[in-house]
Every structure is written in structure tokens, then in C-alpha cells.
């Protein structure tokens, strides 16, 4: 069965600390693992990732994936309030559908 | 990036009615749109794939004839809950997929179910 697990559940930082969010993932077909941030409404996106140890970054999100051990993480550092939401893991098995994991809920205090 | 609409974006309906929920691609064309379910502090469920032109492919444990699904352009597809009882009372967000494996979420609609 495919499945993808998150990381911690939940985080609580305050602002300026650096955070590192895991998924890790039992798919069949692998394709793709994306990283969504939802705060009160539907998820907006933030990377896509098909090809391991290729960091992608924005800003100061980065996110890198290990396809050998079935992993990705989301790093942000220099958190700020407005990072406060829950970040999803969502992997692609290779029929366009996508599977996603529990969350990570961070919140960032003042 | 693409922008995914939906309508409404929240309902409050009485046992037993049906709720329809529109889900619209605003400048672009989707062939493939799903639609997600998610419970309070909970993920996202696929409910169902929306392909235009052909049945909607639902997941396992979904029922077809309790969540009706419609795609009959290439910009449009709904999401009909039939008979709705309190225990459909979610949020439920469609997406569509725009290039390769990127997916945009509509806003979601949140539905209440007396």
C-alpha cells in the first residue's frame, strides 16, 4: 500500500530559528514529490522534486529529495510568523494521482 | 502561477438536498482535475480523478453514486454530493493538474450539512 509519512506532526520555533520538515514515502511508480504550505484554505505550492540531491530553493524555503532512501526535506530558515501553516508532502505514484501525508503543522512565535 | 477557482466557498444545506460544487480552471485548459476531501487537522483524501470527456475514476472506499462527478469541459468539472447527511459535512478542494506532475488547488469549499 502507498503511503507517506511526515515529520514531525507538529512544530513550535520561534522567530529566526531554521526548521527541517521530513516526508518519507512507499510508492509504487515513484514520479514526483511535491511540498505544499495550506494555512487556512487550499494549498499553495511550493516545489516539485523528480531527481534526487538536486536542491531547489526560494527565498528561504530549499527542499532536496533522495529517491534511494525514499526521502524529501523542507528547510526554512530565518523563520518568520508568517511561516506558521501546515506544510504537506504529496507523492506522485506515477498515474498522475497523488498521495498525500499527514502534515507537518509548524507554528513560529514571536 | 495557474488559477484554479471554486464556487461556493462555503454552504450550509439541510439532510437529504444535494449540493452541487463547481470547480473552474480561470486561464488555462484542464483535462485532469481532482477532487480532495479534508477533515479538520487532517490531510487531503483523493476522492476522485476528473478526466473531461470520460467517467471520473474514484478511489477506493468513495462512493460513485453518493458524489457525483461531471467534466464536461475543459475548464469546468463539479462535484455533486447527493443526498447529503451531516456526516459529509468537509472541506472539499478540487485541483488541477497544469504541466507535468504541478497540481493547483482551488480555494475549497466548505460544506455544512444540518
Known amino acids: 500500500e502507498d503511503k507517506v509519512v511526515q515529520s514531525p506532526l507538529s512544530l513550535v520555533v520561534h522567530e529566526g530559528d531554521t526548521v527541517t520538515l521530513n516526508c518519507s514515502y512507499e510508492?509504487?511508480?515513484?514520479?514526483?514529490l511535491l511540498w505544499y504550505k495550506q494555512e487556512k484554505k487550499a494549498p499553495t505550492f511550493l516545489f516539485m522534486l523528480t531527481s534526487s540531491g538536486i536542491e531547489k530553493k526560494s527565498g528561504r524555503l530549499s527542499s532536496i529529495l533522495d529517491k534511494k532512501e525514499l526521502f524529501s526535506i523542507l528547510n526554512i530558515t530565518a523563520t518568520q510568523t508568517g511561516d506558521s501553516a501546515v506544510y504537506l508532502c504529496a507523492v506522485g505514484p506515477g498515474t498522475y494521482k497523488y498521495i498525500f501525508g499527514t502534515g507537518t503543522r509548524l507554528k513560529v512565535l514571536a | 502561477g495557474a488559477v484554479v477557482s471554486q464556487h461556493p466557498s462555503r454552504v450550509i444545506c439541510k439532510s437529504g438536498t444535494s449540493v452541487k460544487i463547481e470547480c473552474r480552471s480561470l486561464?488555462?485548459?484542464?483535462?485532469?482535475m481532482f477532487w480532495y476531501r479534508q477533515f479538520p487537522k487532517q490531510s487531503l483524501m483523493l476522492m476522485a480523478t476528473?478526466?473531461?470527456?470520460?467517467?471520473?475514476?474514484?478511489e477506493q472506499g468513495v462512493e460513485k453514486d453518493k458524489f457525483l462527478i461531471n467534466h464536461a469541459s475543459l475548464t469546468l468539472s463539479t462535484l455533486t454530493v447527493t443526498s447529503a447527511h451531516p456526516e459529509d459535512s468537509s472541506f472539499y478542494i478540487c485541483s488541477a493538474r497544469v504541466v507535468e506532475e504541478t497540481q493547483y488547488f482551488g480555494p475549497g469549499t466548505r460544506l455544512l450539512v444540518l
Open positions: 486561464d488555462f485548459q484542464a483535462t485532469t
Open positions: 510508492v509504487t511508480n515513484f514520479r514526483s
Open positions: 476528473s478526466n473531461e470527456g470520460s467517467k471520473a475514476t474514484y
